[in-house]
């Protein structure tokens, strides 16, 4: 019997605070870095919206009970990050996304509180980070 070739996974660049970070997670996980689509899992997607939505960061107590809840148990949340800031530049202390970040559950939020309801229901595409599921 002969074994499968594993090939190494490509090198993503080191992120940087100069990339420009995309979400899109209206109806959604998408992810664009610097052009680029990244890869995300879903946990990496709700920790992402998490800090997006607070831009001046959260200590990890903050970001700890918005992923968990009440059930706090930081170590978790750190390997989280610690993983999520291999493909996307996290700054610790507080915990914020240092690219330039956009998404489109902000832009959607903006034009809301601008009272442009109509473009904001033309931008909505669904849920924030509904995954698609398979029909059988």
């Known amino acids: 019997m002969t074994a499968a070739l594993q090939l190494p996974a490509p090198l993503l660049p080191a992120p940087s605070a100069a990339s420009t970070l995309r979400?899109?997670?209206?109806?959604g996980e998408r992810a664009v870095l610097d052009g680029a689509p990244v890869?995300?899992?879903r946990r990496f997607c709700e920790i992402l919206v998490i800090l997006a939505t607070h831009p001046s960061g959260m200590s990890g107590g903050q970001l700890c009970s918005a992923l968990y809840g009440d059930w706090v148990e930081?170590?978790?949340?750190?390997?989280?990050?610690?993983?999520?800031?291999?493909?996307?530049?996290?700054?610790?202390?507080?915990y914020?996304?240092?690219?330039?970040?956009s998404a489109d559950l902000l832009d959607v939020s903006a034009l809301l509180a601008?009272?442009?309801?109509l473009e904001a229901v033309q931008l909505y595409r669904g849920s924030c980070c509904r995954t698609r599921t398979r029909r059988s």
């Open 23 to 27: 979400l899109k997670f209206l109806g």
């Open 39 to 41: 890869k995300l899992r």
């Open 74 to 94: 930081t170590q978790n949340q750190a390997v989280e990050v610690h993983r999520l800031s291999k493909l996307v530049a996290i700054q610790r202390k507080p």
């Open 96 to 101: 914020r996304v240092v690219p330039g970040v």
């Open 114 to 117: 601008e009272g442009r309801v």
